[in-house]
């Protein structure tokens, strides 16, 4: 099964995201999501955004939903 899955999906299996949400944010490449059980973030942050404010990682907050982005990248398919 493992071995079917590309490096994202991979990732996607091991590092389960603390939050779900109707964030686009969740299918693009530039999100690092808060991991389930961490203890360190605030309630209301679902990850950080990697590409807008580089090198200063930009909160995505629940509250906050993004569905349009001019920024959004896709994650890498098979
Ligand atoms: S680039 Fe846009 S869609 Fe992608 S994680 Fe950042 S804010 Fe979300």
Redesign the pocket.
């Known amino acids: 099964m493992s071995q079917q899955l590309t490096p994202q999906e991979f990732l996607d299996t091991v590092l389960v995201p603390e939050k779900q949400s109707e964030h686009?944010?969740w299918q693009?490449t530039?999100?690092k999501p808060v991991l389930k059980g961490s203890k360190f973030p605030p309630a209301d942050i679902i990850g950080w955004?990697k590409?807008?404010h580089w090198p200063n990682y930009?909160c995505?907050a629940d509250f906050n939903v993004?569905k349009k982005?001019y920024?959004?990248?896709a994650k890498a398919k098979g």
């Open positions: 686009i944010c693009c530039h999100l955004c590409k807008i930009w995505v993004v982005c920024a959004y990248e």
